[in-house]
């Protein structure tokens, strides 16, 4: 992960393994869904597609009630649950023909469709709908697979993107300028396959791509097709214009990062920043070093690149609207790197309150939590990437996030491309609409 791959993308589909799927599943599952639940993990085990979590996947079939009576559902990847890992049972079963009556609505909101889904769901689960119900249910496909892609991100995340689609992926393929997750996307996904007139796959601006086929099989097997599509075109058009290496070992940076933790954990901790109390609660931070990275994070053209708007929108969620950059950071002179941190951290939250003020009617009294004024993500040269989160695992997922994040904007770059990530707008609506979620019914600060 992170830089174009040396060979083609691998079908990972065997057989074997999937009669194995079907011998341990099938009985209580089906073995159609059972050969979901494998195609699912292919996916999520391969972070070129999908990463922690990012996509989904769903069937179309039968569901039989306690009662005997057969009724046609949708089964669908919910939220929350790894796709890497995913097992028959995890998938929510909902009343497809429900479903499909909500896209004559013009609108509906999130709480609304949240209510909706699970009242409308054939069996109890611990998980929620996805968010990407309606997508699924309005395409009249058999079987859908939705990831995120590092190569089709880089064809569509720039000025010009759908012509640049069109000329790695073909005509054939559909192509939706960014769209807000939910309910709106389910309805322009649904009106370009009419436009289209029923293309084989729809990329998704600034979010990913959707492909579908009769079998589990099928949609797996056109999503590895179209991604190889897309790294192919990416090699033949790239012109490298970062350095080759970095001016520091990877020893240097590891060193430099044991130095700076004491620091940066002080300075990163939100109970250090209300209250100066660096005794507090402690984030946890991650570090990520390559010789690529390194090399990346050299450049002159390093904060302009790599600093600009979000792949998508699980980028922002997770990493927030922009990393923070430190320019040739004095890492002899301690005092003077911690000014410099503490400065640029100072200068990220006054950037992020001037974005809230801008929104600030939008909030409808909500009070953000000082976190949510916190970068999570910060770029050192010579040292690499740091993260920042309130738990092990977060900050490693952060870190991933941010090393697709940089991957996919030096490709763009080094394919002669100008970067186009969510506009202001999206960004802000998207995360109010997670705030508004946490609030329930209301922000704590």
Same mark, same amino acid.
């Given at each position: 992960?992170?830089?174009?791959?040396? *060979?083609?993308?691998?079908?990972?589909?065997? =057989?074997?393994?999937?009669?194995?799927?079907?011998?341990?599943?099938?009985?209580?599952?089906?073995?159609?869904?059972?050969?979901?639940?494998?195609?699912?993990?292919?996916?999520?085990?391969?972070?070129?597609?999908?990463?922690?979590?990012?996509?989904?996947? *769903?069937?179309?079939?039968?569901?039989?009630?306690? *009662?005997?009576?057969?009724?046609?559902?949708?089964?669908?990847?919910?939220?929350?649950?790894?796709?890497?890992?995913?097992?028959?049972?995890?998938?929510?079963?909902?009343?497809?023909?429900?479903?499909?009556? @909500?896209?004559?609505?013009?609108?509906?909101?999130?709480?609304?469709?949240?209510?909706?889904?699970?009242?409308?769901? $054939?069996?109890?689960?611990?998980?929620?709908?996805?968010?990407?119900?309606?997508?699924?249910?309005?395409?009249?496909?058999?079987?859908?697979?939705?990831?995120?892609?590092?190569?089709? @991100?880089?064809?569509?995340?720039?000025?010009?993107?759908?012509?640049?689609?069109?000329?790695?992926?073909?005509?054939?393929?559909?192509?939706?300028?960014?769209?807000?997750?939910?309910?709106?996307?389910?309805?322009?996904?649904?009106?370009?396959?009419?436009?289209?007139?029923?293309?084989?796959?729809?990329?998704?601006?600034?979010?990913?791509?959707?492909?579908?086929?009769?079998?589990?099989?099928?949609?797996?097997?056109?999503?590895?097709?179209?991604?190889?599509?897309?790294?192919?075109?990416?090699?033949?058009?790239?012109?490298?214009?970062?350095?080759?290496?970095?001016?520091?070992?990877?020893?240097?940076?590891?060193?430099?990062?044991? =130095?700076?933790?004491?620091?940066?954990?002080?300075?990163?901790?939100?109970?250090?920043?209300?209250?100066?109390?660096?005794?507090?609660?402690?984030?946890?931070?991650?570090? $990520?070093?390559?010789?690529?990275?390194?090399?990346?994070?050299?450049?002159?053209?390093?904060?302009?690149?790599?600093?600009?708007?979000?792949?998508?929108?699980?980028?922002? $969620?997770?990493?927030?609207?922009?990393?923070?950059? @430190?320019?040739?950071?004095?890492?002899?002179?301690?005092?003077?790197?911690?000014?410099?941190?503490?400065?640029?951290?100072?200068?990220?939250?006054?950037?992020?309150?001037?974005?809230?003020?801008?929104?600030?009617?939008?909030?409808?009294?909500?009070?953000?939590?000082?976190?949510?004024? $916190?970068?999570?993500? @910060?770029?050192?040269?010579?040292?690499?990437?740091?993260?920042?989160?309130?738990?092990?695992?977060?900050?490693?997922?952060?870190?991933?996030?941010?090393?697709?994040?940089?991957?996919?904007?030096?490709?763009?770059?080094?394919?002669?491309?100008?970067?186009?990530?969510?506009?202001?707008?999206?960004?802000?609506?998207?995360?109010?609409?997670?705030?508004?979620?946490?609030?329930?019914?209301?922000?704590?600060?």
């Amino acid at each position: 992960m992170g830089e174009l791959r040396g *060979s083609a993308l691998k079908n990972q589909w065997k =057989q074997s393994d999937a009669l194995k799927f079907i011998g341990k599943y099938g009985p209580d599952r089906g073995e159609e869904l059972a050969l979901l639940a494998y195609a699912t993990r292919l996916v999520g085990g391969d972070p070129e597609l999908a990463m922690h979590g990012g996509g989904n996947t *769903s069937c179309k079939g039968i569901f039989k009630k306690a *009662s005997g009576e057969e009724v046609p559902a949708l089964f669908i990847k919910p939220s929350g649950a790894d796709m890497g890992r995913v097992l028959p049972a995890d998938f929510v079963a909902m009343e497809l023909d429900y479903l499909k009556t @909500l896209r004559s609505l013009s609108f509906l909101r999130d709480d609304s469709a949240a209510a909706q889904f699970r009242r409308h769901m $054939l069996k109890e689960s611990v998980f929620s709908p996805s968010i990407e119900t309606p997508m699924h249910a309005f395409l009249d496909k058999k079987c859908i697979v939705h990831t995120h892609p590092s190569a089709i @991100l880089a064809l569509s995340n720039r000025k010009d993107g759908q012509n640049t689609v069109a000329e790695a992926l073909g005509d054939e393929a559909g192509f939706v300028p960014y769209a807000s997750l939910g309910f709106n996307l389910g309805k322009v996904v649904a009106a370009e396959m009419i436009i289209k007139n029923d293309p084989p796959a729809i990329v998704l601006a600034q979010h990913g791509l959707v492909v579908w086929g009769e079998t589990p099989r099928e949609a797996y097997e056109k999503t590895i097709q179209y991604v190889t599509r897309a790294e192919e075109y990416l090699k033949r058009k790239t012109a490298p214009i970062f350095p080759a290496r970095g001016k520091t070992s990877l020893h240097t940076a590891s060193r430099l990062f044991n =130095q700076c933790l004491p620091m940066l954990k002080e300075l990163l901790s939100p109970k250090a920043e209300t209250t100066g109390d660096a005794t507090g609660q402690e984030v946890v931070l991650s570090h $990520l070093a390559t010789g690529k990275l390194l090399a990346l994070l050299d450049s002159s053209r390093a904060e302009e690149i790599f600093c600009s708007a979000p792949l998508n929108p699980d980028h922002l $969620l997770r990493i927030k609207n922009r990393p923070v950059y @430190l320019k040739n950071p004095p890492y002899d002179d301690p005092e003077h790197l911690r000014r410099l941190v503490a400065r640029k951290m100072q200068s990220y939250k006054d950037d992020y309150a001037r974005y809230i003020e801008r929104h600030a009617g939008q909030l409808q009294g909500l009070t953000l939590p000082v976190e949510e004024f $916190l970068p999570r993500a @910060l770029l050192f040269p010579g040292m690499g990437v740091v993260t920042a989160a309130k738990d092990a695992i977060t900050a490693d997922i952060y870190r991933d996030i941010i090393r697709q994040a940089m991957h996919v904007k030096s490709v763009i770059h080094e394919t002669g491309g100008t970067y186009a990530g969510l506009l202001e707008d999206d960004a802000f609506e998207m995360e109010l609409r997670i705030w508004k979620k946490a609030a329930a019914p209301t922000l704590k600060v």
